[in-house]
Nanobody, 122 residues
């Protein structure tokens, strides 16, 4: 499956963005999905995920602010980000794994999209 993330941009602190991960070749409902991010000079880190059964789980620092959802009609997985903070600035990546369950570990994901840049100004 080929993934493409979109929706990044520049937003002020406290603002919102909605990222979308689209797929070609397969339906995303067949995969466990994850969102990761990588800030300049830092390692890639887990942000949140959704299992094939649509159970969501998140990094502690984004709980209550970020929401992952599936739109099966559009074959997308979305990351709604509210109350953004400057420390959320990063390139955001979506990823898919063949396993039905969830994982916080990037190495457990089989397919990756290109990143989309999110910049939060203070």
């Amino acid at each position: 499956v080929q993934l493409q993330a979109s929706g990044g941009g520049l937003v002020q602190a406290g603002g919102s963005l909605r990222l979308s991960c689209a797929a070609s070749g397969r339906t995303l409902s067949s995969y466990g999905m994850g969102w990761f991010r990588q800030a300049p000079g830092k390692e890639r880190e887990f942000v949140g995920g959704i299992t094939r059964g649509s159970i969501t789980y998140y990094k502690d620092s984004v709980k209550g602010r970020f929401t992952i959802s599936r739109d099966n009609a559009k074959n997308t997985v979305n990351l709604q980000m509210n109350n953004l903070k400057p420390e959320d600035t990063a390139v955001y990546y979506c990823a898919a794994r063949d396993d039905r369950g969830g994982s916080y570990n990037a190495s457990k994901y089989d397919y990756w999209g290109q990143g989309t840049l999110v910049t939060v100004s203070s």
